[in-house]
């Protein structure tokens, strides 16, 4: 679409009921992101409230029509996904604007193919817009969804804000305080609870009508007593209201301005320390809910595994929606269950799962098919559940493996039956995933209450159980060691098939690298990508094959939030090493010497064999040395002429194995343990540098 355009969404799918619309974008430094929001709009308009503005601190609503479901990396940055229930959207909502805006008033123009996407309920692309002339803006509206005679209609807007956030919400009737860099969460975050009970009197609503902020409506979701709402809405806070007195009478003024609303984004829950174990020795090993020492076969932990997740995620509704919103289901209420028998033809065919959620009388239904350890999902299994779905009106088949999906390259294949109306979405989750999206729920976000977090706790502990059978990606494929050898005896020849297979096996081991260094750290970790813009995929691939044929080389980055520049690895297979490293930027001022030393003394635990190499101006190769050495003659990493120093990079070289399994040498367990290993005693001893800095440091680089 073109900007200003317009177009009935009925016209384009039978399944507009619920959509997903996409927001993407990608960074030349890889730093550049941004965060959407969602305002519902009356007839004037304006929002109802401040509760119509969905940010990250309001994510959701309570009746499930609007969902933020978070961001995902993406082949060249990354993509945030809201859901939006057009059929449940109140009618007295108008329209529907979708937006976004940068972190500290950063400018779009720093982004790199800003683009809108809208697909229907079965995943089906409807349409897109892309942002192409954006400049100082630091906010945009990308579109609307708007209300003609009882349709809902798209607008491409690309409308720009020099005011960020701010200017954005305060032209639809929003007040806020654009403090995200805040220490605090906002005083209207955490309001006191009342001293004592009394007859409930007001609900939320009712605060928030009175001038009780956006906080107010979402925590306070039981009536309150009038004292307490009186209290709430008053800027005399917290002194005493007389029962049975007038509120009017009291000292608090008559009138009372509404609360602006506070963005600061909120602090995630740290984990506590671990208790200490009252066990006499270490061998004594804890009760679990799900024990998995007893598994004898693929079928037993396929059959356990199914039913471990399907179970959590019907009593922990954070998790279960976590892992659904995804893939289009509602916020209603799930159950799930095991081992169902559905007709198909003369036969019958048993689903390892199925996945159904109510809300408002109509029911989303999904068929799951697990998988554990190496085994490989069967196209013509997925086929037949593809075509019960379509045949009984379900809308999703979902697989469950320890593969994980690539962009352009889908983990099996179906074919889709052009005769049947109703379309199944097909979709794909790694038990990395599951286990990523566990670990920051209860160890880093938080959850409704310690028996939701022992319940996650258990099934962490079952999901990285030796026997469960769902460690992630664990095979590097068949290709891997005909690859290896072609490469040792310099026989690899460039067009073959089989180091496609390779460069895609990396891949997936890259990505699943980000989701459990991400789980851990509590922190968005993704790939970056180096393609051109509009590369296929495919193509990529095809030209990082033919890069291993010439040097038998594997090449990855990844983007760590709050580090100082992008991690990158190199699998040296000729040499069986692993070279991971990161460049830092050289200070704006100062002398080289002092920038040299105070770099070294931030490396102070590193590893002493850990190299730092000076980054000079152009092409020009700087002094290098140990750390070891380097502590003792910091002088000797100055240039001898007079090139400028630009930055350093830092890097660890570690010997990999080559085969697969769970063997210590084994190349998966050796790219784990080495970026752990530089992350933890390198890169997280390094200072961030400030946005200036950063950009002057690409600039130089590239």
Excluded at 162 to 178: H, V
Excluded at 270 to 287: D, F, G, I, Q
Excluded at 332 to 340: D, I
Excluded at 483 to 490: C, F, K, L, Q, Y
């Amino acid at each position: 679409m073109i900007k200003g355009a317009n177009v009935g969404l009925a016209s384009l799918s039978e399944t507009t009921g619920s959509v997903i619309v996409s927001l993407s974008w990608s960074s030349p430094s890889g730093e550049g992101d941004a965060d959407v929001s969602i305002l519902l709009l009356g007839a004037n308009g304006k929002v109802r409230s401040n509760g119509d503005f969905y940010f990250y601190n309001n994510p959701a609503a309570a009746d499930g029509t609007v969902q933020l479901l978070g961001p995902a990396p993406t082949e060249n940055g990354s993509e945030d996904r809201i859901q939006l229930d057009l059929t449940a959207i109140p009618g007295e909502v108008d329209r529907i604007i979708i937006a976004a805006s940068r972190h500290q008033r950063a400018q779009f123009s720093e982004l790199e193919n800003i683009r809108l996407a809208l697909t229907d309920g079965s995943g089906e692309s409807l349409l897109g817009f892309s942002i192409a002339d954006a400049n100082t803006e630091s906010a945009f509206v990308f579109g609307e969804i708007y209300r003609r005679e009882e349709a809902w209609k798209f607008r491409a807007v690309g409308q720009g804000y020099d005011s960020g956030l701010a200017g954005l919400a305060t032209d639809y009737g929003i007040e806020i305080d654009e403090d995200d860099d805040s220490d605090q969460d906002g005083e209207a975050c955490a309001p006191a609870e009342p001293a004592e009970p009394a007859e409930p009197a007001a609900s939320a609503a009712s605060a928030v009508e009175n001038g009780g902020g956006l906080a107010v409506e979402m925590v306070m979701a039981t009536p309150l007593p009038q004292a307490a709402v009186v209290a709430l809405a008053s800027p005399l806070a917290g002194v005493p209201v007389q029962r049975g007195a007038d509120p009017v009478a009291a000292e608090a003024p008559a009138a009372v301005p509404a609360r602006r609303l506070r963005t600061a984004k909120k602090k995630v829950t740290l984990p506590k320390a671990p208790k200490v174990s009252l066990a006499e020795n270490e061998a004594w090993r804890a009760a679990r809910l799900f024990p998995a020492s007893s598994l004898k076969s693929d079928r037993e932990r396929e059959m356990r595994a199914t039913s471990v997740l399907l179970s959590v995620m019907t009593q922990v509704p954070e998790f279960g929606r976590r892992l659904t919103a995804a893939f289009g289901a509602p916020a209603g209420r799930m159950e799930t269950f095991t081992e169902v028998s559905l007709p198909n033809g003369d036969t019958s065919k048993r689903p390892d799962g199925v996945i159904r959620v109510e809300r408002a009388g109509k029911l989303w239904t999904a068929l799951v098919e697990t998988k554990t350890n190496g085994n490989a999902l069967k196209s013509e299994q997925i086929q037949d559940y593809m075509d019960i779905a379509a045949r009984r009106g379900y809308e999703a088949v979902i697989t469950l493996s320890n593969d994980v999906a690539l962009e352009g390259s889908s983990p099996v294949e179906v074919k889709t039956d052009g005769r049947l109306k109703h379309k199944v979405a097909l979709w794909h989750l790694s038990w990395a995933e599951v286990t990523h999206q566990a670990q920051l729920l209860i160890r880093h976000e938080g959850v409704r209450n310690e028996a939701h977090a022992w319940l996650l706790q258990e099934l962490l502990h079952y999901l990285q159980h030796e026997n469960s059978g769902c460690h992630g990606f664990q095979n590097m494929g068949p290709a891997w060691v005909p690859v290896r050898h072609g490469i040792d005896e310099e026989t690899l020849s460039p067009g073959d098939p089989r180091t496609v297979q390779v460069v895609e096996s990396w891949e997936r081991l890259i990505r699943q690298v980000c989701l459990r260094l991400g789980g851990e750290l509590g922190t968005k970790v993704v790939p970056v990508q180096r393609a051109k813009r509009g590369t296929d995929p495919q193509s990529r691939r095809a030209q990082l094959a033919g890069r291993l044929c010439v040097d038998g080389q594997l090449h990855a980055e990844i983007r760590v939030e709050g580090a100082p520049g992008n991690l990158a690895i190199v699998a040296d297979l000729r040499m069986g090493r692993l070279r991971t490293s990161i460049e830092v930027p050289a200070p704006e001022q100062g002398y080289p010497l002092t920038w040299v030393k105070k770099l070294l003394k931030q490396l102070g635990e590193a590893p002493a064999d850990l190299h730092v190499q000076a980054l000079l101006d152009g092409e020009a190769v700087g002094p290098r040395g140990t750390l070891e050495r380097l502590r003792r003659e910091p002088g000797d990493l100055l240039p001898r002429g007079s090139e400028r120093i630009t930055g350093f990079r830092l890097s660890l070289s570690r010997g990999v194995g080559s085969t697969r399994g769970n063997a210590e040498t084994g190349f998966i367990r050796g790219v784990d343990a080495a970026v752990d290993l530089f992350h933890a005693g390198v890169v997280r001893q390094l200072e961030q540098p400030r946005p200036a800095q950063r950009a002057k440091a690409v600039t130089a680089r590239d």
